[in-house]
């Protein structure tokens, strides 16, 4: 079975510091783009960032620019996002998202259940 | 960055109807648009990629057309699984960007 598995997530004090996880399982990761997405509660979709696997090139949302890097272990079938300098505004549902056709950016097929990121003091 | 607009914001229909949500980007995309399915609670879920394919496992019902800067997500016979919130994204270019979401209700 195909399956992301988020972790990562909690409480966090503006300013600080989280690393989230995506464990994928059941395809093989290293050929697929991924992203991850997150949703403020209430609110609709917003993508945060992706990576590409060929050749590893990073993008993201000008809202996390500078202060989020994404990074994934092929090695551990393991995406990461690293959240620095988290602001109330970054609350939200994480959701990591895999690319539905290998090697590019077409549409994300599977995603995880999600993790929870709350900033507040 | 390439803005999506989604029409309408929120519909009303019943068991039976046709219904067409529209999606507006602000400058051209190809056919680089997916749409998605999301249930509260739930993750999202895809429909269609590249404007027009059909994902495996979507219903028949689901369709989606449209090229440049319009797109349409056209569902052919609401079901009662059918009322959710529908999201278009691009992927023709970064950052990818969705619409704001039309919420499908049940009259």
């Known amino acids: 079975e195909v399956q992301l598995l988020e972790s990562g997530g909690g409480l966090v004090q503006p300013g600080g510091s989280l690393r989230l996880s995506c464990a994928a399982s059941g395809f093989t990761f290293v050929g697929y783009a991924m992203s991850w997405v997150r949703q403020a509660p209430g609110k609709g979709l917003e993508w945060v960032s992706g990576i590409r696997s060929s050749d590893g090139s990073t993008h993201y949302a000008d809202s996390v620019k500078g202060r989020f890097t994404i990074s994934r272990d092929n090695s551990e079938n393991t995406l990461y996002l690293q959240m620095n300098s988290l602001r109330a505004e970054d609350t939200a549902v994480y959701y990591c998202a895999k690319e539905t056709i290998s090697g590019s950016w077409y549409g994300m097929d599977v995603w995880g259940q999600g993790t929870t990121v709350t900033v507040s003091s | 960055d390439i803005q999506m607009t989604q029409s309408p914001s929120s519909v009303s229909a019943s068991v039976g109807d046709r219904v067409t949500i529209t999606c507006r980007a602000s400058?051209?995309?190809?056919?680089?648009l997916a749409w998605y399915q999301q249930k509260p609670g739930k993750a999202p879920k895809l429909l269609i990629y590249?404007?027009?394919s059909l994902q495996s496992g979507v219903p028949s019902r689901f369709s989606g057309s449209g090229s440049g800067t319009d797109f349409t997500l056209t569902i052919s016979s609401l079901q009662p699984e059918d009322f959710a919130t529908y999201y278009c994204?691009?992927?023709?270019?970064?950052?990818?960007?969705f619409g704001q979401g039309t919420r499908l209700e049940i009259k």
């Open positions: 590249v404007a027009s």
């Open positions: 994204q691009q992927a023709n270019s970064f950052p990818l960007t």
């Open positions: 400058q051209g995309i190809n056919n680089w």
